[in-house]
């Protein structure tokens, strides 16, 4: 019982270590957040010119996408391999734009919080958020997942700049 006591108290103590730590990007080099933040805005370019290939370079080998947002009335998810991704195709011209970033960073764990809007073929489709999980590799940081909300507003918010050149606004 006094072990069982003596464990849990070294729990507790670790845990409320923990939970008054500052945040990780505080503690984090300025650089590694940076780094795993450019790998994130390098996502968005690829699929900004649909390359879907440079897209899924930037990812591990057992990376994993999901999407989730009220489609027609209906709450949907979807969830696709990094094969999958790879693999697709579009000949619409797509524009996703970040803004906003929040990146957080822990040792070879890092978290992008990236608010977006996203045109097809120069017209208002949505906004969201993507969350960009990435872990640090001998070759740099690399996409281990991305979830995203599909939204409109209110829920969530155009780019700050206004809509890209040539695009029509919400």
Do not use: N
Not at 53 to 77: E, I, P
Not at 115 to 129: A, E, I, L, N
């Amino acid at each position: 019982v006094a072990d069982m006591r003596t464990a849990i108290s070294s729990f507790l103590a670790a845990s409320f270590a923990v939970l008054l730590a500052p945040p990780a990007s505080a503690q984090a080099p300025a650089g590694e957040a940076a780094a795993a933040l450019a790998v994130a805005d390098s996502a968005l370019a690829a699929i900004s010119r649909s390359d879907f290939v440079a897209f899924t370079d930037l990812m591990l080998d057992s990376a994993v996408t999901f999407s989730a947002g009220m489609r027609g009335g209906k709450y949907q998810a979807h969830f696709s391999s990094r094969a999958q991704q790879r693999a697709m195709h579009t000949a619409s011209r797509l524009t996703e734009r970040g803004y906003h970033p929040t990146v957080l960073v822990s040792g070879p764990v890092a978290m992008v919080w990236l608010p977006y809007d996203f045109y097809q073929d120069g017209t208002w489709s949505h906004c969201g958020v993507d969350v960009f999980t990435l872990l640090e590799t001998d070759g740099g940081w690399r996409i281990a997942t991305v979830v995203w909300s599909v939204e409109q507003p209110p829920a969530c918010s155009p780019h700050p700049d206004g809509p890209p050149p040539g695009a029509t606004a919400k």
